[in-house]
């Protein structure tokens, strides 16, 4: 439950440390308008995929959520240990990173690589940063860089108390809603999918390592004719 004061379209956090059952994640596709190239199997693979790769990091399960990340694609294996030992450590220290839902709305054609395939899917996205009582530090802090990724009007700050088994707990929140995409890598041969955010593009070198720059050039192309200017 959440406290009389709070703003009427917030929701109750759920602990998923302790209940990742209770993660309200959803997935869904834009009935109407969906631009899908890359066919209707194929991209029930990769949403499917999408969301245990949310749902993981929602819940913490580091190790099993990197399987969803192309690190076998990068010689610095040093800098991925570093990121799952960050993550851990703030999750729990009481800030979370919390994908609510992606309503998908295009997907391009598989661009062939040889050794993999790359697509790239356009989505409304809905995310939180939630700061539990735990959180040792000032929420503010993160509201720049969610402006600078996602827009200064996509981006809500509520502070509020919440309920549960009698006890009160304070927490504040960023929300996200905005117009983003996400890279999707796959083997070939098994079509288990990988994930990369529109960012890392301000990652050149990062990137490179990825996919090839023309790949990346010519998703974002095909997205702007067939999906952005419609």
Known sequence: MVSQGAPDNVVAVPDLEVHPELDPLSITVDKVGLANFMGDDSLAVVLDHLYTYFHLSNVG?????FEHFP?????????????????????????RNRAGGCHIRYASPWVDEG???????GLDLNYFLDFFENFEGNPEGMRLT???????????????????????????????NAESSMYVLSSKDSLHCMFLPPQISKSPQLAAEMMKQETMLDLLRHKREYFDKR
């Open 61 to 65: 399960e580091w190790d099993a959520m």
């Open 71 to 95: 690190g076998h694609r990068t010689a610095d294996t040093a800098m991925l240990t570093v990121q799952k030992e960050m993550m851990d450590k703030w999750f729990h220290n009481g800030l």
């Open 115 to 121: 050794d993999q395939q790359v697509a790239l899917l």
């Open 146 to 176: 969610l402006q600078d990724q996602y827009g200064k009007e996509a981006i809500e700050y509520f502070d509020f108390n919440q309920f549960e088994d009698g006890d009160t707990s304070r927490i504040r929140q960023f929300e996200v």
